[in-house]
């Protein structure tokens, strides 16, 4: 049996998986659901860019995708530098 990471995003009620791959991919082209932008949604995320390169990179990659998830949805962004 093959595993695989998964996020658990609280939606509707329920948990649901998403595969990590799919959640990342999610979250840059800015189609993941509102809803789904949780707290841990951003842990998520840093997380996953700090398994695939450096720490500079991982930040300045988590700091201009939030910026760019905030401009889709018009909301103010509150980056701490």
């Known amino acids: 049996m093959k595993l695989f990471r998964a996020a658990m995003v609280y939606y509707d009620g329920c948990i649901r998986m998403t595969p990590d791959a799919l959640f990342l991919q999610q979250f840059e082209n800015r189609t993941l659901p509102f809803a789904q932008w949780t ?3 951003h842990l998520k995320v840093a997380y996953l ?5 450096d720490f500079d990179a991982a930040a300045q990659k988590v700091c201009d995708g939030i910026r760019a998830y905030a401009r889709q949805y018009r909301l103010e962004c509150a980056v701490v530098e």
């Open 39 to 41: 707290h841990r949604a």
């Open 49 to 53: 860019y700090l398994t695939q390169v």
